[in-house]
């Protein structure tokens, strides 16, 4: 499509990816692939993630390098989300450890702390303006799950700068975030492997 979208209606969004159904943190991927394409930069931040190889963090790295960007777009020490970053940039951050125990016992605390630490460095990454897209994966999850306010995160999003995106993704997202959002996509289950005990599988589901 022609880049008829003149300088002055360009905004920046707020999505949410929900629903039961697959597709919400691969919606958001394709989003930022179609944002990298565009030569934004685009922050992903995973909360909760970490103990999964995924493949995205591969092809991060390889369209990084590819964009000409000098930074590694997978984890290791933070080079701060808030410094300015290359022009073209591709980054993927897993700030959790992979999961979570909910019901019944107490949420380890360490879990919490990685929330919080997460959430920082998200509100810090939206509030730069350093980034053009900054997704939140899984961020819902961790609201659901009472470790994150989402007057919190309404807080910040109300208050970032005009032309910075932000995706949300995770099942069961939060009213008021439904309600500040801009597009709010509901996946729903039709059917899903696993429900024939069809395990995960490389390149679909991680
Ligand atoms: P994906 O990362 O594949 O886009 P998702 O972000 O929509 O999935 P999550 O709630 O983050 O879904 O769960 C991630 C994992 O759970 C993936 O391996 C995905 O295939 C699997 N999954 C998603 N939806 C379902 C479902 N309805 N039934 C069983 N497994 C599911
Ligand atoms: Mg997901």
């Not at 605390?109 to 990685?114: A, G, N, Q, S, T």
């Not at 597009?183 to 589901?205: F, S």
């Amino acid at each position: 499509m022609p880049d008829s979208t003149p300088e002055a209606a360009r905004r920046g969004l707020i999505l949410i990816n929900t629903g039961p159904g697959k597709g919400k943190t691969t919606a958001a991927l394709g989003t930022a692939l179609r944002a990298a394409g565009n030569g934004m930069s685009v922050l992903i931040l995973q909360f909760l993630k970490g103990s999964w190889h995924y493949g995205e963090l591969d092809a991060a790295a390889a369209l990084n390098t590819a964009l000409g960007a000098a930074e590694s777009g997978t984890g290791g020490t933070l080079s701060p989300a808030t410094s300015s970053p290359p022009a073209q940039n591709f980054v993927i951050r897993q700030l959790g450890r992979g999961f979570v125990k909910v019901g019944g016992a107490e949420t380890d605390p360490e879990d919490i702390r990685l929330v919080e630490a997460a959430w920082a460095e998200a509100a810090a990454a939206i509030l730069s303006g350093d980034w053009d897209l900054v997704v939140l994966d899984e961020i819902n999850y961790a609201i659901g799950y009472k470790m994150l306010s989402p007057e919190a995160v309404a807080e910040v999003l109300r208050r970032k700068p005009e032309m910075v995106h932000v995706i949300l993704t995770g099942r069961n997202a939060h009213p008021l975030l439904v309600e500040l959002a801009d597009t709010v996509t509901e996946m729903r289950e039709v059917k899903h492997a696993y429900q024939r005990g069809i395990l995960a599988q490389r390149g679909i589901e991680f």
